[in-house]
């Protein structure tokens, strides 16, 4: 079975600032990782995805997430936050194989940026 | 740039009526989803369909919910009669293929059950 934690509920930071959100999964097999974004009113939204190529993965936006077998973790980061960073943001594994391709996610990190 | 689009946003409902929340997927998909979220708890998997038959459904998806593909664009989920607990934002997704494929998800509709 999979599952996602995301450490923190909340995270706050200034404009300008970097980003770390955390995450820690397990799964059963092989997985891919993803993290999604929600903007208000908005659908989720694809920042970045892994499916065991390159370890440090970049997405949009200027985020970048790094996949540590050895720690089960894809924390999120990304150097100098902007104002529009501020949402919800999502990680997500996949067993690649499982039936279905259905989805895992974590609670959810709301991230407010002060200017 | 092409997206997965969700009607209505916001349904209020009676408990025991059914409900058909509608879906357009991204037109060149052939995979699509149904997820949801109950206020302040984590998204949740309800349903996968392929190829016009269900690929995995999760416990959630009992008796009283279907989903259908009536024609070549629409993905419907229904609720044939609704509770109080399926009150709920509920996500459509679509995908190209399996697995390594991006899900595009839609805004949303919330469910509210009276």
């Known amino acids: 079975a999979q599952s996602v934690t995301q450490l923190d509920s909340h995270v706050s930071v200034s404009e300008g600032t970097p980003v770390l959100l955390r995450c820690n999964y397990s799964?059963?097999?092989?997985?891919?990782l993803f993290w999604y974004v929600q903007h208000p009113n908005k659908g989720l939204q694809l920042l970045l995805k892994?499916?065991?190529?390159?370890?440090l993965v970049k997405g949009i936006n200027g985020f970048e997430a790094e996949f540590k077998k050895s720690e089960t973790s894809f924390h999120l980061t990304k150097p100098s936050a902007h104002m529009s960073d501020a949402a919800e943001y999502f990680c997500?594994?996949?067993?690649?194989?499982?039936?279905?391709?259905?989805?895992?996610f974590g609670g959810g990190t709301r991230v407010l940026v002060k200017p | 740039e092409p997206e997965v689009t969700q009607t209505p946003s916001h349904q209020v409902t009676q408990m025991g009526q059914e409900v058909i929340l509608r879906c357009v997927p991204i037109?060149?998909?052939?995979?699509f989803y149904w997820y949801r979220q109950i206020l302040g708890q984590k998204v949740e998997f309800l349903v996968s369909?392929?190829?016009?038959?269900?690929?995995?459904k999760s416990e959630i998806f009992d008796d009283q919910f279907s989903v259908e593909r009536p024609d070549g664009s629409n993905f419907t989920l229904k609720i044939r009669s609704t509770k109080l607990e399926d009150s709920a934002m509920y996500f459509c997704?679509?995908?190209?293929?399996?697995?390594?494929?991006?899900?595009?998800f839609g805004p949303g509709t919330r469910l509210t059950v009276l």
């Open positions: 369909f392929y190829n016009n038959e269900i690929s995995e």
């Open positions: 997704a679509s995908s190209e293929g399996q697995w390594l494929n991006e899900q595009f």
């Open positions: 799964s059963s097999y092989s997985p891919s």
């Open positions: 037109s060149n998909h052939l995979y």
């Open positions: 997500v594994v996949s067993d690649l194989g499982a039936a279905g391709n259905k989805l895992t």
């Open positions: 892994y499916t065991s190529a390159a370890t």
